[in-house]
C-alpha cells in the first residue's frame, strides 16, 4: 500500500523559502502524478500544484511566479519550494497522488504544518 | 477559474439520517468531479471520483451524481464516523480547485 511522507521545517520566517519533501513508499513513484495541496488556519484546501511522471509540471496560477515542483527522484522523492513566504502562507502542506491515468487524488501524505512567522 | 460553490456550509444531521450535499461549478466541467471527507488532523480521504464512481473500499451508504454543472453526494444512512467535513474539487481544467467545504455536524 502507498505511503506519503511530507517532510521540512514547521517555520519559516517571511521572505524565505519554504521546502518541503514529499517521500513515498509502497509503490512506483515514475507513473504518477504527484500534487501538492494546502489548507491554511480554517480555510478550505487549496492546489498549489503537480510533477508528472515525466518530470513535468503543472502550477496554480495564482502561486506560479513563487513555486517549484520537482521530482520524480531516484529516492522516490518529489519536492516543493515556495518563496518569498509571508504569513498567508502558513497552512498544513500536503503531498497527494494522482494514480495514472487519473486526476483525482487517490492517496494523500499526513501533511506538514507550516508556519511563518519571525 | 472554474470555482466550486458547495451548499450548505454547514449541515446539523442526526446519526441514521439522510444527507446530501451539493456542488456547483460555474462552467460545464462534465463528470470530472471528486468527493473527499476530511477529518481535524487527519488526510483527505478518496470517497467518490468521476462524479459518481464509488472509490475502492469506502462503505456504499456514500454516492454521488450529477454531470456538467450541478452535483450531489448523498449519505443514506449518517454513521458516527462520518461526522467530518465534506469537499469537492473539479479537474476538467488544468486549475485543479475545491469547494469550500461542508461540515457535517451533529
Known amino acids: 500500500q502507498v505511503q506519503l511522507q511530507e517532510s521540512g521545517p514547521g517555520l519559516v520566517k517571511p521572505s524565505e523559502t519554504l521546502s518541503l519533501t514529499c517521500t513515498v513508499s509502497?509503490?512506483?513513484?515514475?507513473?504518477?502524478?504527484w500534487n501538492w495541496v494546502r489548507q491554511p488556519p480554517g480555510k478550505g484546501l487549496e492546489w498549489i500544484g503537480c510533477?508528472?511522471?515525466?518530470?513535468?509540471?503543472n502550477y496554480n496560477p495564482a502561486l506560479k511566479s513563487r513555486v517549484t515542483i520537482s521530482g520524480p527522484t531516484s529516492k522516490n522523492q518529489v519536492s516543493l519550494r515556495l518563496n518569498s513566504v509571508t504569513a498567508a502562507d502558513t497552512a498544513v502542506y500536503y503531498c497527494?497522488?494522482?494514480?495514472?491515468?487519473?486526476?483525482?487524488?487517490?492517496?494523500w501524505g499526513q501533511g506538514t504544518q507550516v508556519t511563518v512567522s519571525s | 477559474d472554474i470555482q466550486m460553490t458547495q451548499s450548505p456550509s454547514t449541515l446539523s444531521a442526526s446519526v441514521g439520517d439522510r444527507v446530501t450535499i451539493t456542488c456547483r461549478a460555474n462552467?460545464?466541467?462534465?463528470?470530472?468531479l471528486a468527493w473527499y471527507q476530511k477529518k481535524p488532523g487527519k488526510a483527505p480521504k478518496l470517497l467518490i471520483y468521476?462524479?459518481?464512481y464509488l472509490e475502492s473500499g469506502v462503505p456504499s451508504r456514500f454516492s454521488g451524481s450529477g454531470s456538467g454543472t450541478e452535483f450531489t453526494l448523498t449519505i443514506s444512512s449518517l454513521q458516527p464516523d462520518d461526522f467530518a467535513t465534506y469537499f469537492c474539487?473539479?479537474?476538467?481544467?488544468?486549475?485543479?480547485?475545491f469547494g469550500g467545504g461542508t461540515k457535517v455536524e451533529i
Open positions: 497527494a497522488r494522482a494514480a495514472a491515468g487519473r486526476t483525482d487524488f487517490d492517496s
Open positions: 509502497g509503490d512506483s513513484i515514475n507513473i504518477h502524478t
Open positions: 510533477v508528472y511522471y515525466n518530470g513535468n509540471t
Open positions: 462552467e460545464n466541467i462534465a463528470s470530472w
Open positions: 468521476k462524479a459518481s
Open positions: 474539487q473539479q479537474y476538467s481544467s488544468s486549475l485543479l480547485t
